[in-house]
């Protein structure tokens, strides 16, 4: 069960209303990247998962970043009503559609179920919530430089901060799994290229050329400069 408390997970004080900035915060609200997409995901990936321990972290992680949504909402809310009401008309976005959050994102488009990344292995899950964190990061990144004031930025600070921790506990995770650096999973027998990596991107500038060392160093993937080359010789056996 769920019970709300009328209280911000973290305080939000706006001092600057400023309805343009409350469009880039719809991103962390109905955006592909944002607070529901998240909850929803890990809520739903919870339900699958027969281990208890990673089921009630997915649900912690889940009801944290409704929380989040709370506090995104009220700074859409804030950023784009008041005093500022007149204001607002500057963007199309809240005149039309009223001040207060919506479900869309800073383009207007309408947020949509496909955002969740969910299904098939608590491996891929992780994997996925570690792309959502990363997506989540990125965004308010971006946001923070262009805050409109001190309380705006230190809230997107405190969200960007979780979403770094949650990426280290999708990260622990994988590693309790032995599969944070293992893409192999499930029951595949991979076929005998799997330790290849092939040069498909080629030129005669030997400078431009060639495997990225860090590709190659700690691991045991194998370079074909020439795959053509390769391509021959295994036709020709
Ligand atoms: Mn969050
Ligand atoms: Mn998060």
């Given amino acids: 069960m769920f019970i709300h408390k009328k209280e911000l997970l973290h305080p939000v004080h706006v001092t600057s209303p400023d309805p343009k900035f409350a469009e880039f915060l719809l991103d962390a ?58 204001k607002a008309f500057e963007s199309t976005l809240f005149s039309i559609r009223g001040k207060g959050p919506h479900l869309l994102d800073s383009q207007g488009t309408t947020w949509t ?39 705006t930025r230190k809230a997107l600070i405190h969200l960007a901060t979780r979403e770094v ?29 799997v330790n290849l990596v092939f040069n498909l991107s080629q030129t005669e500038n030997p400078k431009k050329d060639g495997a990225a060392p860090w590709l190659l160093a700690n691991s045991k993937l194998e370079y074909i400069a020439d ?9 020709a056996q």
């Fill in 29 to 86: 609200f109905g955006g592909a990247t944002g607070e529901l997409k998240a909850s929803l995901q890990y809520f739903t990936q919870a339900q699958h998962t027969d281990d208890p321990q990673l089921r009630d972290m997915l649900m912690d992680i889940a009801t944290e970043e409704m929380g989040h949504l709370e506090i995104v909402a009220h700074l859409i809310e804030a950023h784009s009503s008041g005093a500022v009401e007149e």
């Fill in 165 to 193: 921790t949650h990426s280290r506990m999708f990260m622990e995770a994988l590693k309790s799994m032995d599969k944070l650096d293992d893409p192999m999973f499930g029951d595949l027998q991979p076929d005998d290229t």
């Fill in 113 to 151: 179920g496909a955002y969740v990344d969910e299904g098939a292995s608590p491996v891929r899950d992780l994997r996925a919530d570690i792309a959502a964190e990363a997506g989540a990061l990125a965004s308010y990144e971006a946001m923070i430089p262009k805050s409109p004031d001190e309380g």
């Fill in 227 to 235: 795959p053509e080359e390769r391509r021959r010789t295994a036709k």
